[in-house]
């Protein structure tokens, strides 16, 4: 019976199993069948024929090695003949040849129940510093069971490279593991590497043409075809396997996309038949940071152009890789170029091929489909959010709108039904897919779905990144609006905003209608401010600037001082100050102290503001000059804050200067002389000197009636003020 999931351990060994392995084999049985005739032949002779299987990451070892052990398993003759002690995939513990021998034997105590011996020997073994105590105990040991059991042990030891790179550092070591083998011990070694390394090409060295070495190479476009078509006869996936010959032209877009690896191919079928894209991108990111040190070591080798070359082009996702296309992202001449082109082809790199619409010119790509990928992801923090490979997937198989808009439907009713991982992510990927209206529309879509589940952040993150698509009107208004640190009733309104738009885009009028009442009546200031302070927080993180940083950070206070949010207000000034300390500019200086000024005043903090108020009074005196509107600004500022702890008379002289600088500086006539001339008169009235409190009101009322108009606030407060007075 098939595994009811099986998918993403088609090409790891212990996750499937044998019948399903044997299923879904694609051009390796050839392979398969030549290894085990020549293990038949193999068994009694005294020399031994060893394998060295070479292909980069997902290109099948693992599976093939696991075929080898399942054939052996199945055949009596070999099972006979053969003991298989397989190493684990990622063995770090292989440092020395007695290392080597020890991890044997531990699985031989594994294996062989019926043999205690290897425990024994293992248990006794295992803690021993002195290497030669080890060697000189497990090499008989293993010579004489194999000779009285008539058997050969087939180890098999993934990622030679690493161990003969990394792991085990001295020569002699080596050395002594070659002589192991060689010498009449009835030891087999099948071996894989991702590529041809100096141990065993370097004529120095002791594994220089030991093995039989095969290359894997990629699965031809038939191969990918036909893995995916057994995969899905296995699953019994009848709906799919009813409608493959549609599919085949994207099956085929996918195979260019994939170049043949079959662990790229396996993960492309995860979502094509179970749409499970969490786990395809945790096993990809997984087995991407596992080849990181073997992929930094790829680079390293070559020369500093050729690497440019290739991380310009792991960023050319949407472009077609020409020559002059690549030149012109490096900032250097074709021929150069195409010169650093050929020799990257040359060492496989990269392949080439003619251009379909320009038979002169020719594409270039990566050839490894996992090196494109760890590039590109390695050069761009927001790749490893979506992976370039995944959104290529959807790109190639989702071409049409209508495909789209199907499947974007499909993956909403999904998340209205009952909300799972792989609907969300999926989603995600959408909203990078398609037309700039497509990927606003589905952005502003998960905006909503998250506010509904009152996740403000999430929900803010769509917001950003719908804000330069193509919206129309509502959907840029919803934008604007919306992006707010926000209580769940803000996120209920940020939903209801997004079912509004929907509703808009639907043509469903009437319901539109009745929707636009009812978002206007639970809207309100706090909505509106929350959403600028979303907007000022996002940009200020982008901001380097220092001045627009003190500039952002001063709204940013305003805005919460303005929503009695004080202590937050404060620590924003406390921010523009460090700031402004940084740039040593004085009048910027005298800003921020002014406004932290005026928050410890309306936080009836006197005695702490006073000292700033004349500090930046002071600054600008000198900055400005003694005469300068702004030093009128920070005259008035000081005065008021010691009219509030009745020094009447100390403020007097201040409001009298700041009226005399505005008068010769806009004329008699300014809304900021009213200003001036109504703290005064307000002071003398406090002083009951109310027949030199009047004209000057009076005067200042006349100013702002013509001015601003009977109508304005400020005029209106004025008036009042007069009236008081003169009852």
């Known amino acids: ?217 990629n699965l031809s476009e038939q191969g990918t075809l036909d893995l995916i078509r057994l995969n899905l006869e296995w699953e019994k996936q009848q709906d799919l396997l009813d409608e493959f010959d549609s599919l085949r032209p994207r099956l085929l877009a996918l195979y260019r996309m994939t170049g043949g690896n079959p662990r790229l191919i396996v993960m492309l079928y995860e979502l094509l038949a179970h749409d499970s894209v969490t786990a395809v991108q945790q096993q990809l990111q997984l087995l991407l940071d596992r080849i990181t040190p073997f992929y930094q070591g790829r680079m390293r080798d070559l020369p500093a152009q050729e690497r440019a070359v290739l991380e310009t082009m792991a960023c050319m996702r949407d472009q077609e890789k020409t020559p002059a296309a690549i030149a012109r992202q490096m900032r250097q001449s074709p021929q150069q170029t195409s010169s650093l082109l050929k020799r990257l082809s040359k060492s496989h790199y990269l392949r080439s091929m003619p251009h379909p619409k320009d038979k002169r010119s020719r594409l270039y790509t990566i050839r490894e489909g996992f090196f494109d990928i760890w590039l590109a992801m390695n050069l761009s923090r927001g790749a490893r959010r979506r992976l370039p490979f995944l959104l290529e997937f959807f790109n190639l198989f989702y071409p049409s709108f209508e495909a789209r808009e199907q499947k974007r439907a499909e993956l909403r009713q999904r998340l209205t039904d009952s909300p799972d991982a792989d609907a969300e992510q999926a989603l995600d990927y959408f909203s990078e897919v398609g037309t700039p209206e497509e990927k606003g529309a589905t952005k502003l879509s998960l905006a909503g779905h998250y506010a509904g589940q009152g996740d403000a952040e999430q929900a803010r993150q769509y917001l950003r990144e719908a804000a330069p698509l193509a919206l129309d009107s509502v959907g840029t208004w919803i934008v604007r609006h919306a992006d707010g640190e926000a209580s769940t009733n803000y ?115 006197l005695d702490e503001a006073e000292p700033l108020m004349r500090r930046a009074l002071a600054i600008d005196e000198e900055s400005y000059g003694a005469d300068h509107p702004t030093v009128a600004i920070r005259l008035n500022n000081l005065a008021q804050l010691l009219k509030a702890t009745n020094r009447l008379a100390e403020a007097e002289p201040l409001m009298r200067r700041a009226l005399a600088i505005d008068e010769e500086s806009y004329g008699a006539d300014h809304p900021d002389v009213a200003r001036d001339l109504n703290n005064l008169a307000q002071l003398l009235k406090a002083t009951n000197r109310l027949d030199e409190a009047e004209p000057l009101m009076r005067r200042a009322l006349a100013i702002l009636g013509t001015s601003l108009g009977d109508e304005h606030p400020d005029t209106a407060t004025v008036r009042e003020n007069y009236t008081l007075l003169l009852a």
């Open 1 to 217: 019976m098939p595994e009811a999931t099986s998918h993403l351990g088609l090409y790891r060994t212990g996750l499937t199993s044998p019948q399903h392995r044997r299923h879904i084999t694609v051009a390796r049985s050839a392979i398969v069948q030549d290894t085990l005739e020549i293990l038949r032949g193999n068994a009694s002779r005294r020399s031994k024929h060893h394998f060295l299987f070479i292909g980069p990451r997902g290109i099948g070892k693992t599976h093939l090695l696991s075929l080898i052990e399942d054939e052996i398993a199945d055949d009596s003759d070999l099972a006979a003949q053969y003991v298989v002690a397989r190493f684990p995939e990622e063995s770090h513990r292989t440092l020395s040849f007695a290392d080597f021998l020890l991890g044997l034997c531990k699985i031989l105590r594994d294996e062989l129940e019926d043999e205690p011996a290897w425990g024994e020997i293992y248990d006794r073994l295992h803690t021993e510093e002195d290497d030669s105590v080890i060697v000189d105990s497990l090499v008989p040991a293993l010579r004489n069971e194999n000779r009285a059991h008539k058997r050969t042990v087939l180890v098999m030891l993934e990622n030679l490279n690493e161990v003969f790179t990394n792991q085990i550092k001295k020569q002699k070591d080596i050395a002594s593991l070659r002589k192991f083998f060689m010498d009449d011990n009835r030891c087999l070694l099948i071996a894989t590497a991702p590529l041809h390394f100096d141990a065993v090409t370097d004529v120095g060295q002791p594994f220089y043409d030991f093995f039989d070495t095969q290359i894997l190479e």
């Open 491 to 605: 996120l209920t309104e940020l939903q209801e905003m997004i079912e509004c738009w929907d509703l808009h885009r639907s043509g469903d009028l009437e319901a539109l209608a009745e929707r636009l009442v009812k978002l206007g009546e639970s809207l309100t200031y706090r909505t509106y401010s929350e959403a600028k302070l979303g907007f000022l927080r996002d940009h200020l993180e982008h901001v380097t600037d220092v001045k627009q940083r003190i500039e952002l950070t001063l709204r940013i206070a305003k805005l919460l001082y303005d929503l009695a949010r004080w202590n937050e207000a404060e620590t924003q000034l406390d921010a523009a100050m460090q700031e402004a300390k940084r740039l040593d500019d004085p009048r910027t200086t005298a800003i921020v102290l002014n406004e932290l000024a005026q928050l410890l005043q309306a936080t009836n903090r």
